[in-house]
């Protein structure tokens, strides 16, 4: 069963509102329910309509989270984490302390938490809204990978392949180090971030 | 595990986030694309990356700066900003874009959509990018003309950006 890490805000897009939600570390079958009831009808909705006008359509629109969470099942090195507001699952994320080391040049080879997948509810996100509901989501969730490896004593590195238009939050929110595209990745650009970055993003510094 | 921080930080980070995407991991493509290696989005007609060419080229021209001043406004490497004047087929970076946008003052949303970035969902960009485009001519020079085709673009890229935001 999952635990709450930690109650934080969000931003209620609407009316500029702070509201409660929950961050937790552990994506359960109650989450992987929201997502096949909440955010999937409304993701395939707009990947039918944009398969029917412009043909193969990339990114996050058909990632599979049950399928994710059951390939992950009994792995020690893989963790997960999600935001809940309103009882309802605004975000997810599945991280590994395993699957890749540090390629900045200064860090090389050290380990770091690697953001597997992160993904915010449909109805947050301008690629599917005109108007997003929370903001939030994600920095959150990359604080929660910025903690997880802190306690993994990896002192907040952490990395991942950003989707293409996810890659102003990263390179310019988180001020990660954009280290360019990753053939091994469909040329998804790869972004790492040194503890140093981490203590600025935590303080808030530009 | 602790976060162990004030809760003034997290609504000055999501105020900073924004509506900006913020997905990671593995991409997935449906269908599977024929070619090995093609680009991860769905690409537009030619004419649309045929007009963000050309806008690039008409607005960096209306300043006056060479290839090599827009490399230093936008700190973009000059030969990414050749291949977006001058190749249709390339595929701009985001970041290009993004900071494309910034130096000309451009909605950023409307140069993805024109850029090939992000699906056009309106068919009126299209239109008018395809007549941007047909009505462009390479001379060395801008004419008033082409000075007020350009306007007359940005201006129509702007209005159905906004259009279509309060249509959805």
């Known amino acids: ?206 | 595990m602790k976060l162990e921080i004030k809760r003034e930080w997290f609504l000055a980070a999501a105020r900073r986030e924004g509506d900006v995407e913020v997905g990671a991991g593995r991409i997935a493509f449906d269908p599977e694309p024929e070619v090995e290696g093609a680009p991860v989005q769905a690409l537009p007609t030619e004419a649309m990356q045929l007009a963000f060419g050309k806008l690039v080229n008409f607005l960096r021209r209306k300043r006056s700066w060479s290839i090599e001043e827009l490399a230093k406004q936008t700190k973009i490497d000059a030969a990414e900003l050749l291949l977006v004047e001058k190749e249709p087929r390339h595929q701009a970076e985001p970041h290009t874009v993004f900071q494309l946008a910034n130096v000309f003052n451009l909605n950023f949303k409307s140069l993805q959509q024109l850029a090939g970035l992000v699906v056009v969902r309106n068919q009126e960009v299209v239109t008018e990018a395809v007549r941007f485009a047909a009505n462009s001519d390479s001379i060395e020079k801008l004419s008033p003309e082409q000075t007020r085709s350009v306007e007359l673009f940005v201006a129509a890229l702007n209005r159905l950006a906004d259009g279509e935001k309060a249509q959805q």
């Not at chain 1, 009882?87 to 770091?112: D, F, N």
């Open chain 1, 1 to 206: 069963m999952s635990t709450i890490i930690e109650r934080v805000p969000l931003i209620l897009c609407e009316t500029r509102a702070e509201v409660e939600a929950e961050l937790r570390d552990c994506i359960e079958d109650s989450n992987l329910v929201d997502w096949q009831t909440k955010w999937k009808p409304i993701i395939d909705k707009n990947r039918e309509r944009q398969r029917a006008t412009h043909g193969p359509v990339a990114a996050a629109s058909h990632w599979d989270w049950r399928e994710k969470m059951e390939n992950i099942r009994g792995l020690l090195s893989e963790s997960s984490f999600c935001i809940e507001c309103e009882g309802v699952t605004q975000g997810m994320m599945i991280v590994s302390t395993a699957k890749q080391r540090a390629r900045i040049e200064r860090q090389k080879g050290q380990h770091l938490v690697y953001v597997d997948y992160l993904e915010a509810a449909p109805w947050n996100r301008g690629d599917h809204v005109a108007k997003p509901r929370f903001r939030g989501v994600g920095s959150i969730l990359i604080i929660a990978a910025i903690a997880f490896s802190r306690s993994n004593e990896f002192k907040g590195r952490i990395g991942l392949h950003s989707l293409p238009q996810a890659h102003e939050f990263y390179a310019e929110r988180c001020r990660m180090t954009d280290l360019g595209p990753d053939s091994k990745y469909h040329n998804l650009r790869y972004f790492e971030m040194t503890p140093e970055q981490a203590d600025k993003f935590l303080e808030g510094k530009e």
